[in-house]
């Protein structure tokens, strides 16, 4: 679709007029509000801007411009929605014809995993015998196989294959699927088959589960990083309870496919599995944009209950609240349910322990009391929000019975030293990055300025240095900044955009931001370099580097002290 087309679009179609046409909008200061239309509410939460054409609801998190508005209420296409606009304001629309060899590469192998799930879900009901057996052992209903699509892999090298070559796809874009060996066979073979779902719901990878445990191979196969699927980046489920972990508030985590599927069943509706890795700061943040609340239900056994603190330390570095619900040692969420009953399952999650009274209570993990001690300091040092922070160290020590004063002191003998440059001046955090995207999206002028001396390495925070990147490749040339939602397929991604533009531009000059951005790339090699130096401490190179590092930190740490100061 041309971009002038639905610039144009957006133009003529006041987002208040076109909502408000819905349903009654209230005033509110500069804004306007309405209870959500997108889910059950109580208090409006629904903010529509008339100065920056977008809506918000800071409840739901769902946000968009006029057109995708109009498309999720009334549950029509983008380009019905976009037709419909173009009529109201007197517009026509010319479409232009897609030429398939223009396809890129993204859209085909989405194509590819749609037609190789609805593969795997046919040799499950023609060729399964054996694996519907298992899922029927495992107590796994046939409306959770149809609603998660489970399948099954043949115990072919090449049945996937072949069954593409059928369907028009061109061999040579097979290896760029993960879903093929270096010699092209099939990479599933005989397995139980497990989409792993994006966020709009389009499946993006596969989990491969044996069957016997004479089968070679892992317990599991999963998906390579593909164009299309970073491993760490999903979470198995979410497609589905993201709108029941944002009612409820709170999110349920386990670890594997059969876990998710269990407490699924068993009405545990706002659930997600890590898809068996350690919880990454990816997945943490993803599940942020629903709740604040994280309940860890691991296995109960040693690893299951390491892999939960690991997890719990991880959330609440991130600035969110984690319990740990405790199983028996024997158990994993799976097992529980199909002994007890899910009353019992749910006394545990409500019993649920902060991290510091989960160690303290626990006789599994082998720890004693100061190595416990240890694990909760190593998390308060890498609490950026001093008030969090704070509090944690009161919760510890009521719950240890240690000394405020201790804890303080031990916090500090830990810190890293900053090569003389203090945490306060120049530590940046990652709300910076969140600060400069929000001035960019309000200010085009200003955008250029930073496009001129920033590129997306200055970035640390994955879904900003995405957005980053988009604004680089087509900014320039839009209209409207909220032209920018219809770039992006990616939701999580689309609410953030309409969440930065919709708020207002921090007060701190470009210039300052532009330089905070520089000053923390430039301490992350510093550290990095320390760490190099460590470990070859007769390397000049090294040294030489770090001297200029701190030449450079100490320049722009002068303007941003000078402007501070006047």
Known sequence: MDQNQIDEVLERNNIVDVIGSYFPLKKAGSNYKARCPFHDEKTASFVVSEKKQIFKCFGCGKAGNVITFVRDYEKISFLEALKKLASRAGLTIQQTKVNKQKQTKRDLIYKIYSIAVNYYQENLQQHGTFAKKYLEDRKISDATIKKFQIGYALDSFGGLKNYLLKNSINEQILQNTGLFTANNNDLFKERLMFPIHDHNGKVIAFGGRVLREDQTGGKYVNSPTTDIYTKGNELYGLFVTRYEISKKDFVIVCEGYTDFL???????????????????????????????????????????RKAAVRAASNIIKKGYSAKIATLPETDDPDSFLLKNSRELLQKIISDAKPLSLFLLEDEILGLDKKAKLNELIETLNEIEDEISRELMVKEISEIFKVSEHAIISKIRKRRPRRDGITNNATLVKVSEEKDILTMILNDKLKYKKVAQEIDSSYFFTEIYKIIYSLLLECFEGMGQASGLLEKVDDKIIQNTIAELIIEDPPEISIEDAINNLKLRKLQRELVQINELIENDSKNMELFSRKKELKKQILKINKKVVRKTLY
Do not use: H, P, W
């Open 262 to 304: 269990r407490l699924y069943e068993n009405d545990f509706t706002n659930s997600v599995a890590s898809l068996g890795t350690s919880l990454t700061d990816s997945q943490v943040s993803l599940l942020g944009r629903y709740t604040n609340n994280f309940y860890m239900i691991y296995d109960g056994d040693k690893a299951g």
